[in-house]
């Protein structure tokens, strides 16, 4: 199926979409609160790995492979909302835009009453989340949300492993700290 849709094969990287589309809007789901952002975010998430499928090795698992992608594609997608907040996609031919939103539409559909719970129940940890750097919450989803091995996280981000410790226990702190804040500006 990879080297089917490495050779450019559409049906076989409609199949990548389908099986893997779960695991990447959990994993944009964790950056973004809304639905709109969740979706242009898998739809962009899907365009790197399409483009960038060649030079997928097989060496870990496509699973793997993608959820690199997803991470770094969200992360750079919070840090360029803050310097152009008016663009989130890149721009595709007409053609290509239509394909993949095709390729998105049913799996959205399928995805949309769990993802709505699931954003509803996290709000409050959303509206915290936000406060933070982007560093931050990198390190809060990664370690705490997904439970992801210290090791792999530095594989993901590039950090050495003891940057990932001290930053998830320093993001932490500060979230204990926006929680405190949050909750004392509500008693009053």
């Not at 770094?72 to 909302?81: E, F, K, P, Q, V």
């Amino acid at each position: 199926m990879v080297n089917l849709a490495r050779e450019g094969d559409e049906a076989a990287f409609s199949e990548v979409v389908r099986r893997y589309s779960p695991r990447v809007f959990r994993v944009a789901s964790r950056f973004f609160r809304q639905r709109s952002d969740i979706e242009d975010a898998a739809q962009e998430i899907f365009l790197r790995a399409y483009t960038r499928l060649v030079e997928y090795e097989g060496r870990g698992s496509l699973e793997g492979w993608l959820t690199r992608i997803a991470t770094t594609t969200c992360l750079n997608l919070l840090r360029d909302s803050k310097r152009r907040p008016e663009a989130m996609l890149a721009d595709l031919p007409e053609g290509e835009s239509n394909w993949l939103e095709n390729q998105l539409a049913d799996v959205s559909a399928e995805r949309h009453r769990s993802t709505e719970r699931s954003l509803l129940a996290a709000d409050l940890a959303d509206r915290v989340l936000a406060t933070l750097s982007p560093d931050d919450r990198l390190a809060l989803i990664l370690v705490d949300g997904a439970e992801t091995p210290i090791k792999q996280v530095a594989e993901m981000t590039g950090w050495s492993e003891s940057k990932v410790k001290t930053q998830a226990f320093r993001a932490r702190r500060r979230m204990r700290e926006a929680v405190e804040k949050l909750l004392a500006s509500r008693r009053r």
